[in-house]
């Protein structure tokens, strides 16, 4: 799916988020639209739109598409067909709710989905861009 493997990391911020995935996630069968060994459990436009916003980070975590820094840190994910959110800070967390995304507690309290159809191109990259440099803040 992309140049980053498949992570399943132990970093402690992703374990809400791998928690829900693992519960949701299906072993795959060898069918074209695995993921890893996983059932695909994203529309494969989304995943190329998510691709599209960092195509080197890409990998996945138990059959869903997620953007992970070099540390293993998920920073972004799409699932479903309209579903993306991104580990942000503030002030971008703010700017991303106002804009009419919505908080992701299951992943953790930095995270915001927004509609990935509708939302500006541009302002999806900017967000990606400050999740991929916030991930890249935090301490091991």
């Not at 399943?8 to 795959?28: E, I, Y």
């Not at 995943?47 to 990998?59: E, I, M, P």
């Not at 993306?84 to 967390?93: G, K, N, Q």
Request: a negative charge; one cysteine or more; charged letters at 20%.
């Amino acid at each position: 799916m992309g140049i980053v493997s498949n992570v399943t990391s132990d970093h402690p911020l992703n374990a809400p988020l791998l928690a829900m995935l693992r519960a949701q996630g299906v072993k795959g069968s060898g069918d074209v639209y695995d993921l890893d060994g996983w059932q695909l459990h994203t529309h494969p436009d989304l995943c190329d739109h998510l691709r599209s916003l960092n195509r080197a980070c890409t990998t996945s975590a138990y059959g869903v598409p997620v953007l992970a820094n070099d540390k293993a840190v998920y920073f972004a994910i799409a699932r479903g067909t309209s579903f993306l959110a991104f580990r942000l800070p503030e002030p971008e967390r703010s700017e991303a709710t106002a804009a009419g995304g919505k908080p992701f507690p299951e992943a953790g309290g930095d995270w915001v989905s927004v509609e990935p159809w509708i939302t500006d191109k541009t302002l999806l990259t900017k967000w990606c861009r400050a999740a991929h440099s916030y991930a890249n803040s935090i301490k091991d």
